[in-house]
Every structure is written in C-alpha cells, then in structure tokens.
C-alpha cells in the first residue's frame, strides 16, 4: 500500500512563500500521478495542481496559475508544491493524493487511490 507523506506547512504572512513536500513509499509502479489538493473549513477538497512521473506534464487550477509551481525529485519519489504571493483564501490543509493513472488531465481531474495525511497552511497577518 503506497504511503504519502506531507511536510513543509505552516503560517506564512499575505505576499509570502512556502514550499510542502510530499514523499511517497511503499508503492511499486513505473508510473503515477500525484496531485496536491487543499480544503478549507467548510468547503469540499479541491485540486491544485498534479503532475506525473512519466512525462512531466503538469497542470493547475486556475485560482493558483501563475503562483503555485509543481516539480518533481524522483530520488526519492518527493512532489514540490511552491507555493508563492500567497494570500488568505490560500488558506487550508493540503493533502497530497496518488493516481495510479498517470496521464495528467485538465484540472487535474484525478481518482486518488491513497491521500496522505494532510498539513496545514495559513496565510494570515
């Protein structure tokens, strides 16, 4: 069973950076997508951006483009979410997912198969 695992959050002020990791193990497949979602209180887990193992592609929500950056450290398997201009709607945990279908769609429309546990991000003054 693959095991995610999210770092990297915290409180950060509006304008500011952050960058969270995701580590994935236990999980054998020559290709995957990963995705980074966030939720906050009171709303459904929306997608944020993914990107995959095989060939690269990357795609965002429209709300981040231009701000987030996904990247990709295959040794080991660790997903980036640079996260930049942050402002307080940014605000949420954020959860990392993994596709075992690793063609990147629009939107990052993805079927998570394994979440990990979720970290906290804050934008606040």
């Not at 915290?10 to 950076?17: A, E, H, R, T």
């Not at 990963?34 to 944020?48: L, S």
């Amino acid at each position: 069973q693959a095991h995610l695992v999210e770092s990297g959050g915290g409180l950060v002020q509006p304008g500011g950076s952050l960058r969270v990791s995701c580590v994935l193990s236990n999980y054998i497949s020559e290709t995957w997508q990963i995705g980074w979602y966030r939720q906050a209180p009171g709303t459904e887990r929306e997608a944020v951006s993914c990107t995959n193992n095989d060939d690269g592609e990357t795609a965002y929500a429209d709300s981040v483009k231009g701000r987030f950056t996904i990247s990709m450290d295959n040794a080991p398997n660790t997903v980036y979410l640079q996260m930049n201009s942050l402002n307080p709607e940014d605000t949420g945990v954020y959860y990392c997912g993994l596709d075992t279908f690793a063609v990147v769609l629009p939107a990052c429309l993805m079927n998570v198969a394994y979440w990990g546990q979720g970290i906290q991000v804050t934008v606040s003054s």
